[in-house]
């Protein structure tokens, strides 16, 4: 995780300088549904490509909470050399990967996969899921957290 010192921390607190960017962030976050485990994985593994270390511990307990098993957290970060993520997964986990790596685009075969795995209104609903765990990764990464 990219972070400052733990004095940097404090000078960032979305909460009390911007809350209503601190409240926008986290409306964009519960905007629409996808099932609970997908989401997760999805917010893990973009954690993991930004290295934030606080979203990462925050939604693997989440998802183990959820019933997510260790052995599928443990292979998250290789997901695809994995038999343990279905075919919906694996299109939300490739779609993560390329929003979140943006530099590249989007394949669209990825979108393809992902349009065929997730019909509207869930397709959108997935991307603003990931859009909303890149900026929690940067707002928190930021705070040196």
Known sequence: MTSGTTDDAQLVDY????????????????????????????????????????CIETHERVARDAG?????????????????FDARERAALALTESVTRIEDGIPADVMSAA???????????????????NGWNRAWIATGR
């Not at 997510?68 to 343990?84: F, H, I, K, P």
């Not at 349009?115 to 765990?133: G, K, Q, S, Y």
Request: hydrophobic share 50%; aromatic share 6%; charged share 25%.
């Open 115 to 133: 349009a065929r795995h997730f019909p509207e209104p869930e397709l959108t609903n997935l991307v603003l899921a990931i859009i909303a765990i």
């Open 68 to 84: 997510v098993s260790g052995d599928r957290l443990a292979a998250l970060a290789a997901w695809w050399e994995s038999d343990l």
């Open 15 to 54: 909460k009390r300088d911007a809350p209503d960017g601190y409240r926008a962030l986290a409306a964009l976050t519960r905007a629409g549904a996808i099932d609970l485990h997908t989401v997760e994985l999805v917010k893990i593994r973009a954690s993991q490509i930004n290295r934030c270390t606080h």
